[in-house]
């Protein structure tokens, strides 16, 4: 069953609780994001794409895997509208979809070293899949 | 292991007092394998200073993350469990690692201020009595600034790491959100410099202390890690420094692996432990920086 | 009995067309003391009135009840009509039927069954209305303006031109505000001092006009027309009537520890200065927490120096009582501190400057006597990167919520004057909007863009870092959709302004309402932007809300103008409804006095004549001058001998009776 885009952007603001309003577009999480340069959509469009619900190409975007939850853009945003959170409930859109997790477990041994630390592990594995 | 449990009388209910010296200690699981160093140093230097840490009896993987979806509470119960057992026992739940900081200070924020994901956790844990944010999470540097003092630190150190030059390395999960932390000043934090100095060294500054490693980006996309502990790395030598502290195990392992320099990183602790001359405790010996 | 007219309002289709009046004036036609009763479109109009009148004349009304909007539009319109009809004002009622009702109600039977309610209750009140006459007070033909700044210069230049007596009180050491700080004003860009001076000096000059500077309002009290207020003089250490402002003594000070507080801490100041050279008075200042002799009783050389022997280290604080008609409220405002906004990098590196230090640095009487050079090695900055919005607009707590409004213009002032001086320096303005609502602003900002080559790029800062000597500023390009780091050698904050801090401790003072942003509250947004709920308290300048000069110019003798007209009146007519006890019932219990917000009732010693005892009792009265009507003294008093005139209790159960029947 197709789910329609203003259903999807009424589900990602319900399970991350933004009010995507707020925005006032200055671009300050953009400009506080250190993972701008890997990623094709920005904290800023995320907000103003979800707020219009364009959220096909979101789904598409590298920006999901590219995030680093390090909240520089959540700590900077001069009105709360914590950009963070609406990317990672896309994320989830994506892979609380069956056979849509981003990181396998079989990929898994292919990408330790001896001095990996299971925290590493343990959080891609939480963000890139459920 | 030791088993203790408060006597009620002594502590006000659901309060831990700030200069009470015994703890609730969660490790996290990289803490008992990849970062022994960051555990049994952070163990030796409170032996030394007189601070008891009890180890949550089975405590599972917080998961590394904090889950920000409001709609799911399985990644939330870890978590509460850990802080429910510290909560019985009347006493703080002390962490080490920033994730595992990170993640159960944030969920113990959702339980105190968000009624939908309290009351799901409560209905599914069926507690006998309900949790609602009560345990206070502390991390060990606010353990070591808050309950022992700088100052009380200064005087126990017996091998001052006097001239040595020392960046401080934040990272992102200790500080942010700061409405939620709450440990420092996310921008211009001092705790760790403060230590520094109370370890007898010279703290350096530098403004790319509370930037991201990567974090996980290593897993699919070191080379992206790389650039970033490079930015890192290279403005705390421009400003002198000879060594670079961090309490993330994940952070300690981009800066060495994916930054790719000649400056030697530490865990605070192994340092801390040094300083303090501390012995040796369960679990391993000190490793002399 | 009373002979009463309801006239029932349409107010057009704001009340006809939910309640229906017709209906209305029948229901209440025969209500006890109604003697007519009608209906027209708008009872406030020339018609409207004038239809009132004839009534009152063809029935022989002793007074009339009004449905129509709230008593706070029309009733003084309806007391007028009265009193030009020759009734007592006080015997007019309003029931308001719109905003109470019409506009709130969707319903047209409801609201039809409650607008006849709502009138029966103003018969029932007005049966029972005695005519009132509100008495007189004197008004003293004095002004006070609190705050020495280009705003309040303005108001008292005004005030005195008019031909009344203005003092001015600043807590500085000198009159300018922060005017006086300021290099070139926008849009014009005409050298600030060169347009503040001759007003200062004409302050400073005019017979009307008395100056109390390093000097800070202590004490209010009293009401509009007689207001009473002890002004601190704080000790200069100097005496003002000896000292002829030759300046040796600033000069020879061995003590430069002091941060100058007109340079915005970039220089340091002697602890016996005078904050600039234009400062009126001219005369210095002890700093006495900087001073060598106060600190250990050593140096004293400043005394030895002084060729008129001004130099008075026993001076003392002094107490000036006055009495003034009016008060005219000019605090200003100051930038406000960025410890929340730790991502620029403010406090840690002496290159990241506000802008009111950037104005510092670029004038020619500034800590660097106007050469442009970095803080940090005084080398010429050859790229000056302005952020624009830093702790404005912001809900997240770290700033103030609102826009500061004179910062996009200062900036391309700014950014136009580096340009023009130093073609060679890059300027780049990194902004959300950019907000130029003036007469020629956004003229102004466009020559900046187009005939400057300033770049603006639309997009904000994330982060300020030190790298190499210099600063990196990385920040968002939202047109380009990238993200850039531009290698500056200054970085200019436009921090948002907020009221001075000493806005609220005034505000408590005068009882004069402010915001949460301890901005003062005007009467009305709108049509009252210079007066005070308070009255006999008016605002002028930035300390009723972020304004540039020419708003703050023209704010300035808009308040004036209101003094003028208050203390042009010979008397003033105080309200009619007051409160007063009837002293046979009053048991002496204090608890009227302790409610009262205004401080109008005091107890005192009275022979009073009971059921035939004559004896002294300790009882209530009230100062009528003062007294507001709030009735809180009608509601403390437990034996019912305080009463509101006009609202009196037996007044307030009729009401009720009327309503509940």
Known sequence: MQVSEREMAKSILRISGVDTKKCMKCGKCSGACPAFGSMDIHPHQFVSMVEEGNIGALLESKSLWNCLSCFACVERCPRNVEPARLIEAVRLTVIRRQGANHLKPEEIPGLLDADLPQQAIASAFRKYSK | ?289 | MQRIGVFVCWCGSNIAATVDVAAVVEAVRGEPGVVCAADYQYMCSEGGQSAIRKAIEEYGLSGFVVCSCSPRMHEATFRKTAAKAGLNPYMVEIANIREQCSWIHKDRQYATEKAIILTRAAVAKLNLNTPLVAGESDVIKRALVIGGGIAGIQTALDIADAGYEVDIVEKSPTIGGKMAMLDKTFPTLDCAACILTPKMVDAASHDNIKLYTYSEVDEVSGFVGNFTVKIKQKARSVNKDLCTGCGVCAEKCPSKKARSEFDQGLRNRGAIYIPFAQAIPNVPVIDRDACIHFKTGKCGLCAKVCGAGAVDFGQRDEIVTRQYGAIVVATGFRPIALDRLGEYQYAQCADVVTSLEFERLCNAAGPTKGKLVRPSNHEHPKTIVFVQCVGSRDTSGCGKEYCSKICCMYTAKHAMLVREKYPDTQVYVLYIDVRTPGKNFDEFYRRAVEEYGVHYIKGMVGKVAEKNGRLSVQASDLIANTQMTLEADMVVLAAAIEPDPTARSIGTMLTASMDTNDFFTEAHPKLRPVESPTAGVFLSGVCQGPKDIPETVAQAGAAASKVIGLLSKEKLVGNACVAGSGETLCNGCSACENVCPYGAIEYVIREVSDHGKRELRRVAQVNEAICQGCGACTVACPSGAMDLKGFTNLQILAEVDAICR
């Open chain 2, 1 to 289: 292991m030791r088993k203790c449990l408060k006597d009620g009388g002594r502590i006000r209910c659901g309060q831990h007092r700030i200069d009470d010296m015994e703890f609730c200690y969660y490790p996290g699981c990289t803490l008992k394998t990849k970062a022994k160093d960051l555990d049994t140093c952070a163990r030796s230097a409170a032996q030394a200073l007189g601070v008891t840490m009890t180890e949550v009896p089975d405590w599972q993987c917080c998961g590394a993350v904090y889950p920000m979806a409001r709609d799911e509470i399985a990644t939330r119960l870890a978590s509460v469990r850990a802080l429910r057992c510290a909560g019985e026992r009347r006493q703080s739940l002390l962490t080490l690692c920033s994730a595992c900081h990170h993640v159960i200070k944030r969920v113990n924020h959702d339980m105190h201020t968000d009624a939908d994901i309290r009351a799901k956790v409560n209905n599914y844990m069926r507690p006998d009595t309900e949790y609602a944010g009560e345990t206070r999470v502390v991390h060990y540097l606010e353990m070591l600034r808050d309950t022992v003092g700088f100052d009380e630190l200064r005087k126990k150190v017996k091998a001052p790491l006097t001239g040595k030059k020392i960046a401080a390395y934040y990272g992102c999960l200790l500080l942010r959100p700061s409405a939620v932390m709450q440990l420092d000043d996310p921008e211009n934090p001092t705790i760790m410099e403060d230590l520094i100095r109370a370890m007898g060294a010279q703290p350096v500054v530098y403004p790319y202390r509370n930037e991201c490693c990567g974090g996980y980006i290593t897993i699919e996309n070191n080379a992206v890690a790389a650039g970033m502990c490079k930015n890192i790395l290279d403005s705390a030598v421009e400003k002198g420094a000879e060594a670079i502290i961090t309490a993330c195990p994940l952070c300690l392992y981009n800066l060495k692996k994916n930054g790719k320099h000649a400056l030697p990183v530490y865990y605070f602790t192994e340092l801390l432990a040094q300083a303090l001359e501390a012995g040796a405790v369960e679990g391993g010996t000190v490793r002399a920086g």
